[in-house]
């Protein structure tokens, strides 16, 4: 196991390409992809041919310092979902989104915040970091409710990604939330 980082409960690591599976139950779920899709699942050919192959490059571009990580729980080793932490596809490498997407038997349970939590450090203290942004639906009040315990600000509306208009509350757009290295060592 590639590990990326660790906290009290969790176990970051990069994802292998024998993890299809994983994302494929992981976005087969109407509950998960609620926010994302609408409740839609991810088709299992567009995980195998184009998602995983992105995620493994990636690591590759970023010398593995950024990207989507497998989340497990250190009891049991159950993989619970991943975390985010990624430039805009052609950004500096010093502003990064931060993201999480977790099974629902790990929802409430603060893992998202654990695992957010300790993404900022590493973000702030070794990557040289100076921005992360995060961003969800307005009506997405559990990942805003992470956002704010991680000290992160809000930053501002945004508008509804395309092709997400069937999501439930896409009237009312989206929210992205922002923290800065300073923001962070103050906290």
């Not at 497998?70 to 502003?95: M, S």
């Not at 300790?118 to 040289?128: S, Y």
């Not at 990604?161 to 922002?178: K, N």
């Amino acid at each position: 196991m590639d590990t990326y980082l660790e906290t009290e409960r969790l176990t970051l690591r990069r994802f292998t390409a024998g993890d299809a599976d994983l994302l494929i139950e992981l976005d087969s779920d109407p509950a998960v992809m609620r926010y994302l899709t609408g409740g839609a699942p991810t088709a299992p050919e567009v995980v195998r041919g184009r998602y995983l192959p992105n995620i493994l490059a990636n690591y590759e571009k970023w010398g593995g310092d950024l990207g989507l990580f497998a989340a497990e729980e250190k009891d049991g080793g159950a993989f619970i979902g991943w975390f985010i932490l990624r430039p805009e596809p052609e950004g500096p490498l010093d502003e990064v989104e931060l993201g999480y997407r977790l099974r629902q038997a790990a929802w409430g349970k603060g893992y998202a915040t654990e695992g957010s939590r300790a993404l900022l450090g590493k973000a702030f203290t070794e990557l040289g970091v100076r921005r992360v942004r995060a961003e969800t639906m307005t009506v997405n009040r559990g990942s805003r409710n992470v956002m704010e315990k991680l000290a992160m600000t809000f930053a501002g509306n945004i508008p509804t990604p395309p092709g997400m208009e069937a999501v439930e509350g896409s009237e009312h757009g989206g929210v992205r939330y922002e923290i800065t290295k300073e923001q962070w060592e103050r906290r």
